[in-house]
């Protein structure tokens, strides 16, 4: 039987990702549009536990469409994953006659979303991460941004390498997922990609591809490597080893935290928007223990579990392309 609602609350989770506010705000607006109130839960799934609530009306989230980051913060609680934690985040609920909640965050965050539901407190979860790693959806929040800010700094690195007739390795996150290395490196041009989805061969992959381009006129190169690529020493002895193996002076960016900040890009903002509408109307309608998503052009729904299970395809055309072109 559908619940019928009345309070909802909003959390952001994990990893901070440009375009999280815009969803927060869709969120909040959306819901009062409904008639529904809305409460704000300070960072994540502690802030529930700790009962760190507000109640938020439409100027709780004036001017904060363009702002990076996340108004609501976020913080790690591994307290969450057990009963206990889980327990204490009921009794907040109860407390503050909660509804429903939506979360907005990444694989982690709806596994908290999918133990509250099943313990009687419909939650929507709204993919957000910049390493684009939810295998349910095709995007997430974050990822449109991070991708123009690496591009923006890879620009500006290469002025440098041009100048130089050097080479530049820039590493870009992405521990599991290479996503962000592989479209940033076509964006840009890069002489190789390396992401930790395929094995590489250093000699091959990037000494022997330098020299072949080197031989047809090329003096300055660039190479993405994704930070979850296994390679002894890390890309600071990479770089080293690749100034070894070609001669060509080699030198190591890391971009770091850089690439989550900035303000939202439109795409991520009308995705963001769109997703926290979406997710409002669901629990409107008294339904949990979903996830929203893009698939194609489209918004639209999975249940949690099933959502958890699905793998995350790797784009081997694509990465096909990049090797064909970076020559």
Known sequence: MEKEMKKIAVLTSGGDASGMNA??????????????E???VNR????LIQGDLFKMDLRS?????????????????PEFKTKE??????????????????????????????????????????????????SCSDYTIGVDTALNTIIDSVDKIRDTSHSHDRCSLVEVMGRRCGYLAL???????????????????????????????????????????????????????MAKDIEDATGVVTRTTVLGYVQ??????????????RMG?????LLAQGIGNRVVVVNGEDIVDYDIKEALEMKKEFDDDLYQISNEISI
Do not use: W
Request: net charge positive; with cysteine; glycine share 16%.
């Open 61 to 77: 989230v004036s001017e904060i469409l363009h702002r990076g980051g996340t108004v609501l913060y976020s913080a790690r609680c």
């Open 44 to 47: 994540g799934y502690e802030g």
């Open 277 to 281: 509408v979406y997710a409002v109307h």
């Open 85 to 134: 934690g889980i327990d204490r985040g009921i009794r907040t609920c109860k407390q503050f006659g909660l509804d429903g909640i939506v979360v907005i965050g990444g694989d982690g965050s709806f596994r908290g979303a999918r133990d509250l539901s099943l313990a009687g407190i419909p939650c929507v979860g709204i993919p957000a991460t910049i390493d684009n790693d939810i």
């Open 38 to 40: 809305v409460f704000g």
């Open 183 to 237: 479209n940033a490196g076509i964006a840009t041009g890069a002489t190789a990609i390396i992401v930790p989805e395929k094995k590489f061969d250093f000699q091959k992959d990037i000494v022997e591809r330098m020299q072949y381009t080197r031989g047809i006129g090329k003096k300055h190169f660039i190479i993405l490597v994704a930070e979850g690529v296994e390679y002894e020493g890390g890309t600071v002895q």
């Open 23 to 36: 969803a927060v705000r869709a969120v909040c607006r959306s819901a009062i549009s409904k008639g529904l």
């Open 260 to 273: 989550r900040g900035g303000s939202p890009s439109a795409k991520d903002r009308i995705i963001a928007t």
